[in-house]
């Protein structure tokens, strides 16, 4: 499970920084890629990584200001031609299926493959399958704007073969039984519960994505005790007040917002065009002094989500 940043600037492209679009890359999971944002030009962006179009299965939308929707029409009707014949869900707020009707109907435009198009206004769970979940909770912004908690499932414990090995159970059948948690007799009388020879079950990780918002505590709610949580930061840290006005978070509150859920890990993207070089790394720099274990992401970074020890009780 990787995060690869295609743009992380705030209201306009930049030089340095286009505008938001994240890909969670789900290769080795469920061979897919999905989109949390679509900004001007993502597909542009998505030409100097290795992700392949065809891949991209889900896009969520934060909410429907252009900065994070701009990018949809050119990807979607790009996506018919570069391999992309598979079904696509975009889930996203009220007013996102008229906007893609619109810019497709209006620019004679067709799709190559099936569009399912989820329009959202409540709070709760958007999507299950057996391997992964996605819960939404409104943030505070000037328009409905969302965050996305990702959920991976737990996968079952494996059957620890080698101590089976040293009981002289052979290869067989038998493992099949045990891995199921059965209990079986050997020749010689010995009792073996399946269960005593089962590894724990590997935790699922967290990924919480927000979208703009001022400091709130849904985006706490929302993040409790992520491994990754990814969040605006569009002012510095004495810009409390502007950022307030604008709908909008600094990178202390952010880190505030880190630490209050619990999460592992704090990725600051949103990044206003006046943070340039050595300004955006003060942004991080600030960051520590609440929530150690933040990073300022660039254009491009690629983040790993690692499997580590979660906390007792998640």
Same mark, same amino acid.
């Given at each position: ?7 992380? *600037? ?40 290795? !992700?392949?179009?065809?891949? !991209? ?34 889930? *996203? ?10 810019? !497709? ?36 912004? *000037? ?9 991976? $499932? ?13 009981? &002289?159970?052979?290869? %067989?059948?038998?493992? %099949? ?16 519960? &399946?269960?005593?020879?089962? @590894?724990?079950?590997?935790? &699922? ?5 927000? *979208? ?13 005790? @992520? ?61 520590? $002094? ?11 970074? !690629? ?9 007792? &009780?998640?």
């Amino acid at each position: 499970m990787e995060l690869q940043f295609l743009g992380t *600037g705030a209201g306009v492209p930049s030089k340095m920084r286009n505008v938001t679009s994240i890909a969670l890359k789900l290769l080795d999971e469920i061979n897919e890629v999905w989109l949390f944002d679509c900004g001007e030009a993502t597909q542009q962006q998505i030409l100097n990584t290795n !992700i392949r179009p065809g891949k !991209i299965k889900k896009i969520f939308i934060t909410h429907m200001h252009g900065d994070h929707i701009f990018g949809l029409p050119g990807l979607l009707t790009s996506r018919s031609f570069q391999g992309g014949e598979d079904d696509l869900t975009l889930y *996203g707020p009220k007013g996102i299926k008229n906007f893609i009707d619109t810019t !497709i109907q209006a620019s004679c435009s067709k799709l190559g493959y099936p569009l399912r198009v989820v329009e959202f206004e409540k709070e709760g769970l958007l999507f299950e399958d057996k391997h992964f979940k996605v819960e939404m909770k409104r943030l505070e912004h *000037g328009i409905p704007s969302y965050g996305f908690r990702v959920t991976e $499932k737990d996968q079952p414990g494996e059957l620890q073969a080698d101590r089976l090995k040293e009981l &002289g159970i052979p290869f %067989g059948p038998l493992y %099949g039984k045990l891995k199921k948690g059965e209990t079986i007799t050997l020749e010689d009388g010995t009792i073996v519960n &399946g269960q005593d020879y089962i @590894s724990p079950d590997i935790k &699922g990780r967290v990924v919480t994505i927000c *979208g703009d918002t001022r400091k709130c505590e849904a985006s706490e709610i929302l993040a409790y005790r @992520s491994d990754v949580l990814v969040h605006e930061a569009t002012y510095e840290g004495d810009k409390g007040q502007q950022a307030y006005r604008h709908f909008h978070s600094t990178s202390l509150q952010a880190a505030e917002v880190a630490k209050n859920a619990e999460v592992k890990r704090l990725l600051l993207t949103h990044i206003s065009a006046r943070y340039l070089g050595k300004q955006s790394q003060e942004l991080e720099d600030e960051a520590k $002094k609440i929530f150690e274990n933040v990073q300022v992401v660039k254009d491009f970074d !690629i983040v790993t989500v690692e499997r580590i020890k979660h906390h007792e &009780g998640r």
